[in-house]
């Protein structure tokens, strides 16, 4: 059932989606949603409890090298574009993987109280903190940590989020291969002018 309400509260969004049609699209009896979930909102925020959980799977997992990188004090800035390059690839990976996550995230954008989860998680935040903690060790800037996980979310959101509207608007496939590798590139290069 959380499968067939992901997929409906993604493509329709919370006000545009009714429970017996989550039951429906599950192939469940019209009150088995009310009856498991108790309400349409405790069902929606298991949905984004869920994706959020398989974000936070997916990019703790990609950001293991940054805190790997940040541990080895004999680890230069070659190891760290990897490590960075690493972060980058795993975060689109997730998004390409997950077209649900973004389309959710972008009804929440729109809606003006969100209901996203308060304790989103912080694997690129922690990975950041890690890497500013040996930032003056290491030859690098005290770098502001949010601004940089915002920089790097934004930046790999957005042409994954919006891959219809690029295509349409100026023809830039953002999820080609010849695209995704020159733009991996330039993302690892703007988070490391921020690291300095």
């Known amino acids: 059932m959380l499968a067939a309400a992901i997929v409906l509260f993604s493509e329709r969004g919370y006000d545009g989606t009714s429970m017996a049609e989550i039951a429906q699209a599950a192939g469940l009896a019209r009150a088995t949603p009310g009856y498991l979930f108790k309400s349409k909102a405790a069902l929606y925020r298991a949905v984004l409890e869920r994706v959020h959980g398989e974000r936070t799977a997916a990019l703790t997992a990609a950001c293991t090298g940054l ?16 490590a960075l390059d690493e972060a980058v690839g795993g975060y689109l990976g997730f998004l390409d993987r997950t077209p649900a996550f973004g389309r959710l995230i972008g009804w929440e954008a729109l809606t003006p109280q969100p209901r996203l989860p308060g304790d989103l998680s912080t694997s690129l935040s922690d990975a950041f903190r890690a890497i500013r903690r040996v930032a003056p060790t290491r030859g690098l800037a005290q770098f ?19 891959a219809t509207t690029f295509r349409a608007g100026g023809g830039i496939d953002t999820g080609g291969p010849a695209f995704r590798r020159r733009y991996q590139r330039a993302v690892v290069d703007a988070v490391l002018s921020m690291l300095g």
Do not use: I
């Open 67 to 82: 805190h790997e990188w940040a541990a080895d004090t004999r680890a230069g800035r070659d190891q760290l574009r990897l």
């Open 144 to 162: 502001d940590v949010d601004a940089v996980v915002v920089a790097t979310v934004s930046m790999c959101f957005l042409p994954v989020a919006h």
